[in-house]
């Protein structure tokens, strides 16, 4: 694959060793996209507590047990609290792994009670492969609109009227409610905490991507068709651009990523270097040929870039060996520690991808 790369910041100067990049340089990363992007997430609480809702021993016609618990923890303003949905198998006799969905979609969507499902989140199809289903619905955490900050999380933690260009913004909001529900997946005696995915799709997979950078308790992160300030690089990117998503959606960022619409190549930053700051760990990008707003040569140029970090730790990156600039649909590289694919059709998620995280899920967590 040709790739201009001067063009992209360095995600580590030549000679850069673990000790360096995990002392220094990922540190350094990690505030510029904090300061400059996604904003300044507060710290996490002290405890969290939490109450089951409802639970089903018998869910899908018998094969699993489904619980809704409460989460909630004490802020600087207050108690906050959210509900969290989780299915798993009653097959097996030991903890399982788990997949943690930040879900963007409506609530009724999943509504499984009502038999409505989806191939967005095929919960049987999940727990029928040994995992967990787990979610949350992003609006239980901060509202998917332009409000003033006045109606999720935000004003738990500060005076929303007094904000600075560096204040936490929904995005961010989201990812905190991410590692909120991690929190309590380490106190669940069905699953296995050291192997928990977070996964999102489109701003959901932008905000999986910022969670897991901060929260390294991940240990695989799925980004689905995230584009941009999700997994694709923003310098030469053709679709969504720095300027449309701060234009339209003001308040997934702090007001400092303002300074950079139209001005992506000065950035002293650029999403490969998200992608880096997930390194060891397991990281899954996807794409699809329709999504050109998302721009999938860019999301897996994202990818090709982030590979130098893997190799510094002895790690296979993507396991890309064609020339052309993308793999052709329906072919996953699963090989690495970098997994990645390109679906035929457009910006949504579903069966297929699914199938591949599975199937990688499986290679990686379970071999």
């Known amino acids: 694959m040709n790739i ?4 992209f910041p360095l995600i580590i100067q030549p000679g850069c060793n673990k000790e360096v990049w995990e002392n220094s340089r990922r540190k350094e990363i990690l505030r510029m996209f904090s300061e400059l992007v996604y904003g300044k997430s507060p710290l996490p609480p002290e405890k969290i507590y939490s109450e089951v809702l409802e639970s089903d021993d018998n869910a899908l016609e018998g094969k699993a047990i489904k619980k809704i618990i409460k989460v909630g923890f004490n802020a600087p303003r207050g108690f906050f609290s959210f509900p969290l949905t989780m299915y798993v198998s009653k097959i097996p006799d030991k903890k399982v792994p788990a997949f943690l969905l930040i879900n963007i979609k409506k609530k009724h969507m999943l509504d499984l009670s009502q038999n409505i499902t989806s191939e967005y989140w095929p919960v049987e199809y999940i727990v029928s492969r040994g995992y967990a289903a787990v979610h949350f619905d992003v ?32 995005i961010a909001a989201w990812a905190y409610g991410a590692s909120r529900a991690m929190d309590y997946l380490e106190t669940d005696e069905l699953i296995d905490a050291s192997k928990v995915a977070v996964i ?23 980004s689905n068709n995230s584009g941009c300030t999700g997994a694709a690089v923003s310098r030469g990117k053709v679709g969504e651009t720095v300027k449309n998503i701060n234009d339209r959606f003001p308040y997934w960022f702090c007001d400092n990523y303002k300074k950079f619409n139209n001005k992506e190549d000065s950035m002293p930053f650029d999403q490969h270097m998200l992608l880096a700051l997930i390194a ?7 794409s699809a040929t329709k999504d050109t707003w998302a721009d999938p040569k860019s999301e897996f140029l994202s990818c090709v870039l982030a590979e130098e970090i893997y190799k510094m730790y002895g790690l296979k990156g993507l396991e890309y060996d064609g020339d052309e600039e993308l793999p052709p649909p329906e072919h996953p590289l699963h090989n690495g520690s970098i997994g990645y694919h390109l679906r035929t059709g457009g910006h949504d998620l579903f069966l297929y991808d699914w199938k591949c995280y599975l199937d990688f899920a499986d290679k990686k967590l379970k071999g």
């Open 200 to 222: 999102g799709h489109s701003r959901g997979g932008k905000t999986a991507l910022w969670c897991s950078a901060q929260d390294e308790r991940f240990y695989l992160t799925i």
């Open 280 to 286: 060891p760990r397991l990281l899954y990008v996807a």
């Open 139 to 170: 609006w239980d955490i901060d509202t998917d609109t332009d409000d003033g900050f006045v109606n999720g999380i935000i004003p738990y933690f500060q005076d929303v009227t007094q904000r600075k260009p560096d204040d936490w913004a929904t």
């Open 4 to 7: 201009d790369a001067e063009r």
